[in-house]
């Protein structure tokens, strides 16, 4: 297993804070070929996100191929507030997984 790094940052928008996390993953869909060797390089990507606000799960995204490398993920948490406890959690098609802890932090 693979050590996949992440970052996560909170900022307030429009009066709502608005979580960004960013995954270090190679997202392969299965469609590329390596150069290399003209074989197929098999499928790698993230399936599932969940994020936790105060041990809540607020947020159950099922993803797939369609999304990038390395994916930046944004989303608007309205009921978070200053110093609420996230934790973010994903897995992928290969069995890794990883998650994140931290804070609402707006100041």
Same mark, same amino acid.
């Given at each position: ?14 009066? #709502? /804070?608005?979580?960004?996390?960013? @995954? ?5 869909? +299965?469609? *590329?070929?390596?150069?290399?060797? %003209? ?20 947020? #159950? /995204?099922?993803?797939?191929?369609? @999304? ?5 993920? +944004?989303? *608007?948490?309205?009921?978070?507030? %200053? ?20 804070? #609402?932090?707006?100041?």
């Amino acid at each position: 297993m693979a050590d996949r790094k992440m970052k996560m940052r909170t900022r307030l928008q429009d009066g #709502v /804070v608005e979580l960004q996390i960013l @995954i270090t993953h190679p997202m392969e869909t +299965g469609l *590329r070929t390596d150069k290399n060797t %003209n074989t197929k390089i098999p499928p790698h990507f993230i399936q599932k996100v969940n994020v936790e606000l105060n041990g809540k799960v607020v947020v #159950v /995204v099922s993803t797939g191929t369609g @999304i990038s490398e390395d994916p930046l993920l +944004g989303f *608007r948490l309205k009921d978070a507030k %200053n110093g609420d406890k996230l934790k973010v959690f994903w897995s992928d098609n290969l069995g890794e997984s990883g998650s994140m802890e931290g804070v #609402v932090d707006i100041s």
